[in-house]
T-cell receptor
Framework: SQTIHQWPATLVQPVGSPLSLECTVEGTSNPNLYWYRQAAGRGLQLLFYSVGIGQISSEVPQNLSASRPQDRQFILSSKKLLLSDSGFYLC????????????FGPGTRLLVL | KQEVTQIPAALSVPEGENLVLNCSFTDSAIYNLQWFRQDPGKGLTSLLLIQSSQREQTSGRLNASLDKSSGRSTLYIAASQPGDSATYLCAVRPRTGGFKTIFGAGTRLFVKA
């Protein structure tokens, strides 16, 4: 069966510090991978998605970046965090090309102070 | 631009009551519509996926309907239980715009014992 992992679960970082959140998927090959951010009381906002190694599409211009160094690994990064980067970050995966469900990881809660 | 709206934002019901959650979307050109459940501080769990050619899906006490022409979906929960307390999110997969999934802000449900 497939599983998706995210770490860390919780992170408190000062403004201006770097960020690296990791997501890994097990039990499947060549998944589509997604990074979402969920602000308090709001819906999910798609940040990045990837259809293959090294292929990243950005949905929202911001100070965040994403990388996919391996088939089942997706990393969200920032060189300098802003207060507005605080939120709940969710990684997800899916198969096929748009008609199947997305499976979500447990999320990382980021607080930038 | 596709927008997804969920009403009500919050709902409190006594145990055993049947209830309906509403979701509306502005563009009927979609691949599918999904209902997710999110427990506090957790990731999303897929409940039901309705393809654009389908009108409803059922799983246990849950039934989701889709009226693509009117841009509406409902999630019906029968005989609600305290364990159903969570936030329920509706999401559509547009036929345009790549792999973006558009989420509503969710309905927060509380079932009182």
């Amino acid at each position: 069966s497939q599983t998706i992992h995210q770490w860390p679960a919780t992170l408190v970082q000062p403004v201006g510090s770097p960020l690296s959140l990791e997501c890994t998927v097990e039990g499947t090959s060549n998944p589509n991978l997604y990074w979402y951010r969920q602000a308090a009381g709001r819906g999910l906002q798609l940040l990045f998605y990837s259809v293959g190694i090294g292929q990243i599409s950005s949905e929202v211009p911001q100070n965040l970046s994403a990388s996919r160094p391996q088939d089942r690994q997706f990393i969200l990064s920032s060189k300098k965090l802003l207060l507005s980067d605080s939120g709940f970050y969710l990684c997800a995966w899916s198969l096929d090309r748009g008609q199947e469900t997305q499976y979500f990881g447990p999320g990382t809660r980021l607080l930038v102070l | 631009k596709q927008e997804v709206t969920q009403i009500p934002a919050a709902l409190s019901v006594p145990e055993g009551e049947n209830l309906v959650l509403n979701c509306s979307f502005t563009d009927s050109a979609i691949y599918n519509l999904q209902w997710f459940r999110q427990d506090p501080g957790k990731g999303l769990t897929s409940l039901l996926l309705i393809q654009s050619s389908q009108r409803e899906q059922t799983s246990g006490r849950l039934n989701a309907s889709l009226d693509k022409s009117s841009g509406r979906s409902t999630l019906y929960i029968a005989a609600s239980q305290p364990g159903d307390s969570a936030t329920y999110l509706c999401a559509v997969r547009p036929r345009t715009g790549g792999f973006k999934t558009i989420f509503g802000a969710g309905t927060r449900l509380f079932v009182k014992a």
